[in-house]
C-alpha cells in the first residue's frame, strides 16, 4: 500500500544544494513526488512504502548537504497521488520566511579543479559549486534564484548551463555558477583606473612581491594586501591607512606555512581550517621571519586562511603569508561598492585587483579566540552571519540595533534570532548608514516585519538616535548591561533568574553614571544592580578612553589623596604643577568628570600605572597588552580588595587596597608581569567572592559573564575556574560576542519578551 507524506523542512536549506539532494534520495529509495523551494525553506511531496519513507525522511536529516543547517522538519500524511517520477520544481514563494546561508570557503572538489590544468575552470577565481561560495554577500532577495543575486547579469554559457539543469551534477541550481567564458572575469588597474597590461592574477603576484599595496575586491568588501614579509610595505601600509599600531590580519596559504610564524594547538587549528575561515587569535613564535610591523607590542598574530578562489591563488606558492586589512581608513566602513573604493582607497592602493560581480551585502571578515577549547566571537561576520541563533521561546518580530561600539542589527521571527554581521563603531553617518542598510536588506531577505524597535538607553548614540526618529516603528530602550545579560541567558537557552558578572568599558546607567563593572540579578523582564565596582571619577570623559594615564590618576587620587600627585610615576612627572592641580580639582569636584563602575577603564589605569600605555591609539590596547605582559608573570598572591555594602545596601567591590599595595610593589621595583598577573587574579577573585556574597543574599547558583572584558582570556578563565570551584554554574558565550557585537540580541530578546514592551 502506497502512502504520500507532504515536509515542509525550515533552516537553511535554500543555495545549499538541499533540492538535488532529495532528488537523490527519492530516487535511492524508489520515491515519487517533488520538491520545490518556497520563501520559508524547502518544500517536498514523496509516495511509496512506509519504510521506505522514514528512511527517507531519517536520511535528510542525516546526510544533509554540508552548507544545510536544519532548524525544522514537520511531516504529515496526505492522500495518495498520481506519478511515478520525483520531480524537482522551481520555485515558489509563501510561508514563513527563509533562513540564508551565509558564505563560505571553497570545498574541496572546486580546489581541486581550481590547480588542475586539465580542467576546464583551471585558475578560474570564481570557481563555485552548490558546496561552497558565496551567499550571503550576493543575495538581493528570495527566494534563492540566481535572477535574486548579484549574478543576475551573468548569462551562462552552454557547458555552465548544462551543469545548472543537471540534478545528478554538484553545479545543480548553484546561483554562483560560471566559468571563464561567462562568469565573472578579474582586472587589475592602477590607482587611476588605467588597466595594466598581462594576465592579471600574475601581475597582482608580481607587484605583491615588489612591495606594493594593492586594494584586492573579495565576496565582501575590498582588503588592502602587502606581502607580510615585506617590512617597509607593511609600515607604509600603516602610514597609509592611519593605523598606527592596532595589529592587521595576516592570511596564510595553508596551515603549514601558519605553523612557522605562529603556534596554534589543535582547537585552533581546527578554527583556521574550518569552512567558514575566520581570522582566529594564535600567539606568535619567539622567531619568525615577518614584519614586527604586523603586530606591534602583541603577542599573538591573527591569522586566516583562503575563503575565495582568488585568495588561494594569490597566495599558493607565492607567499608565506598577506596582511589583507579591511579596505578602509580607521573608523570608517569597509569599502564594498566599486566606486566608492576607488574614492576612497585611491591613496592607500597602488593599485586594485577587481572583479565585475556587485556585492550586495559588504562582509567584515569574522575573528575569533579560543577560550577553554572552544571558539569565542570578538566578531561575528563572515561566514557566521546571518545564520539563526535559536530562543528558548517564540515571541514578538523585533529589530534591535544595538549601541555605538561594534555595532549590528538583530532580527526576531518566532523562536529565532537573526544576528547580522559586523557593521562597525556608530560613530559618524557613513557607519550609520551601513546599520540602515542592513536591517533593510534583512527584513526584505528573511522576510520580517519588526512590530518595534530596541535600542540602547543612551541619548546620543547615533543607533538610538535613528531609532526614535527614522525607523518608523514604535521604540523601547533597553539598558546595556541588562542586554549583556539577557544575550549571554538567550544563546545559551536560559530562563528564571540568574546572577550576572557585566564587565565592559562603558555603558549608560539609569543613575546618570557611566556602569561599567555590574553584577547584576534578574532575567528577561526586569533586572537589580546588586553590586558593582567602586566608582571613580572618569577625568576628562570620553579623554580618559584615549588617555588611560588619566584613569591611572583617578584611581591613584581615590586611594592616596592628594598625596597621589607626588608619586613618582612617569606619567605625573610629566605634568606641570598647574596641571597637577587642574586634574586634582576635576577628580575631587567632578569636573567633567562623571562617576564610573568600569572594569574596562580599572585595566586602562592599572595599565599606565605599571607603564603598559599612557595613551592608545586603539579601543581596548591598554588592556590587551596588559593582559599581554600578565601572561608571562609569575605567579604571587592575590592583591587586597575590600567587599562593603553602601547607603542602598548595594554590594561594593573597593580595589583601592589593590591599588595601593600595585603602587607600593611596583615602585620598589618588583616585576611588573607578575604584578600585572596578580592584578588580574585579584579582580577575578574579588568578582567572585561578591558572587558569594550574592548567592547568599538571593539563594542563586547560576551565573553568566558578558562584557566586552571578558575578551580578555587570563581574567575570563580565572573568574570562570574560580565559580566553578565555588559551586557555581557558570555560562559564558559561544555563539555571539561577549563584547557589545552581542548587545542586539539582548535587546532584541528583552524587548520580544517583557511585558512592559508590550
Known amino acids: 500500500m502506497l502512502k504520500r507524506i507532504r515536509c515542509d523542512i525550515r533552516g537553511i536549506v535554500q543555495g545549499v544544494g538541499f533540492r ?5 534520495l527519492a530516487r535511492r529509495f524508489e520515491l515519487s513526488g517533488w520538491v520545490r523551494n518556497s520563501s520559508g525553506g524547502v518544500i517536498l511531496e514523496a509516495q511509496g512504502k512506509e519504510g521506505d519513507l522514514h528512511l527517507f525522511v531519517t536520511a535528510i536529516r542525516a546526510e544533509a548537504p554540508p ?9 504529515e500524511e496526505i492522500p495518495a497521488g498520481d506519478g511515478d517520477d520525483f ?4 520555485s515558489k514563494g509563501g510561508g514563513g520566511g527563509p533562513e540564508i546561508s551565509p558564505d563560505w570557503d571553497v570545498c574541496s572538489d572546486c580546489l581541486r579543479e581550481l590547480f588542475d590544468p586539465a580542467d576546464r575552470r583551471f585558475h578560474y577565481p570564481f570557481i563555485t559549486c552548490t558546496n561552497c561560495g558565496p551567499r550571503y554577500s550576493i543575495i538581493t532577495g528570495t527566494p534563492y534564484d540566481r535572477h535574486l543575486t548579484t549574478m543576475a547579469p551573468f548569462v551562462m554559457c ?20 560560471g566559468c571563464p567564458v561567462c562568469g565573472p572575469i578579474l582586472t587589475l588597474t592602477d590607482a587611476t583606473g588605467k588597466v595594466v597590461v598581462g594576465n592579471p592574477l600574475t601581475e597582482a603576484i608580481r607587484l605583491l612581491a ?3 599595496i594593492l586594494a584586492v575586491k573579495g565576496t565582501g568588501g575590498y582588503h588592502l594586501a602587502v606581502d607580510a614579509a615585506n617590512d617597509g610595505a607593511v609600515r607604509e601600509l600603516r602610514r597609509r591607512k592611519l593605523r598606527d599600531e592596532k595589529p592587521f590580519a595576516l592570511m596564510a596559504p595553508e596551515l603549514e606555512e601558519v605553523r612557522k610564524f605562529a603556534t596554534p594547538d589543535f582547537p585552533e587549528e581546527r578554527l583556521i581550517t574550518s569552512p567558514e575561515r575566520p581570522i582566529v587569535l594564535v600567539r606568535q613564535r619567539d622567531e619568525h621571519n615577518l614584519s614586527p610591523a604586523v603586530a606591534p607590542a602583541n603577542g599573538y598574530f591573527g591569522v586566516m586562511l583562503p575563503s575565495t578562489p582568488l585568495q588561494h591563488l594569490l597566495l599558493r606558492g607565492n607567499f608565506p603569508a598577506l596582511v589583507m586589512t579591511s579596505g578602509n581608513l580607521s573608523d570608517e566602513p569597509m569599502a564594498y561598492r566599486d566606486k566608492d573604493a576607488r574614492q576612497r582607497l585611491n591613496a592607500t592602493a597602488d593599485f586594485f585587483l577587481i572583479h565585475d560581480r556587485s556585492i550586495q551585502t559588504r562582509l567584515d571578515d569574522s575573528v575569533v579566540r ?28 523585533v529589530l534591535a540595533v544595538g549601541g555605538e561600539l561594534k555595532g549590528s542589527v538583530c532580527l526576531t521571527r518566532g523562536d529565532r534570532a537573526f544576528l547580522s554581521q559586523h557593521i562597525g563603531d556608530l560613530k559618524n553617518p557613513e557607519t550609520l548608514a551601513s546599520l540602515e542598510q542592513t536591517a533593510e536588506h534583512l527584513k526584505k531577505i528573511l522576510e520580517i516585519k519588526p512590530e518595534l524597535v530596541a535600542h540602547d538607553l543612551h541619548p546620543d548614540y547615533l543607533s538610538t538616535r535613528w531609532a526614535r526618529e527614522s525607523s518608523g516603528l514604535p521604540t523601547v530602550g533597553i539598558q546595556h548591561h541588562h542586554a549583556h545579560l539577557a544575550s549571554c541567558m538567550g544563546e545559551n537557552g536560559l530562563e528564571g533568574e540568574v546572577m550576572g558578572i557585566i564587565f565592559d568599558g562603558a555603558g549608560f546607567g539609569p543613575d546618570g553614571t ?7 540579578v534578574g532575567g528577561y523582564e526586569n533586572f537589580r544592580r546588586w553590586g558593582h565596582i567602586r566608582q571613580v571619577h572618569l577625568p576628562g570623559g570620553d579623554a580618559a578612553v584615549r588617555e588611560p594615564f588619566r584613569m591611572a590618576l583617578s584611581w591613584l587620587r581615590a586611594t592616596f589623596g592628594p598625596a597621589a600627585f607626588d608619586l613618582p610615576f612617569p606619567f605625573i612627572a610629566s605634568l606641570s604643577p598647574e596641571e597637577k592641580k587642574l586634574f586634582d580639582r576635576m577628580i575631587q569636584r567632578g569636573i567633567n568628570s562623571p562617576l564610573t563602575s568600569s572594569c574596562g577603564r580599572l585595566l586602562d589605569g592599572v595599565a599606565a600605572l605599571l607603564g603598559v600605555r599612557s595613551a592608545v591609539s586603539y ?20 592583591l587586597p580588595f575590600l567587599i562593603a555594602r553602601d547607603a542602598n545596601d548595594s554590594l561594593i567591590l573597593d580595589f583601592t587596597p589593590a591599588i595601593r599595595e600595585l603602587t607600593e610593589a611596583f615602585l620598589v621595583g618588583d616585576d611588573r608581569a607578575s604584578l600585572a598577573r596578580a592584578f588580574h587574579n585579584t579582580v577575578a577573585r574579588g568578582a567572585v567572592d561578591l558572587c558569594v556574597a550574592i548567592r547568599q543574599d538571593t539563594g542563586l547558583q547560576r551565573v553568566v559573564l558578558s562584557g566586552g572584558v571578558f575578551q580578555n582570556r587570563l581574567l575570563a578563565e580565572g573568574v570562570h575556574d574560580l565559580l566553578a570551584a565555588r559551586n557555581f554554574n557558570v555560562f559564558t558565550h559561544r555563539l555571539v560576542p561577549p563584547n557589545d557585537g552581542g548587545l542586539a540580541l539582548g535587546q532584541a530578546i528583552i524587548a520580544g519578551r517583557s511585558s512592559s514592551c508590550a
Not at 520531480?87 to 522551481?90: G, K, V
Open 20 to 24: 538535488p539532494f532529495i532528488h537523490r
Open 67 to 75: 552548507l544545510a543547517v536544519i532548524t525544522g522538519l514537520s511531516r
Open 87 to 90: 520531480t524537482i520544481f522551481a
Open 158 to 177: 552552454p557547458l555552465c548551463r548544462g551543469e545548472y539543469d543537471d540534478p545528478a551534477d554538484r553545479r545543480f541550481h548553484a546561483q554562483p555558477n
Open 210 to 212: 615588489a612591495g606594493e
Open 370 to 397: 579560543l577560550f577553554q577549547g572552544n571558539p569565542l566571537f570578538l566578531r561575528r561576520s563572515r561566514g557566521y552571519a546571518p545564520r539563526a541563533l535559536p530562543l528558548f521561546a517564540g515571541q514578538r518580530s
Open 514 to 520: 557611566i556602569w561599567g563593572g555590574e553584577f547584576l
Open 619 to 638: 579601543e581596548g590596547q591598554a588592556a590587551i597588552e596588559l593582559e599581554g605582559i600578565a601572561e608571562g608573570g609569575k605567579e604571587r598572591p592575590p
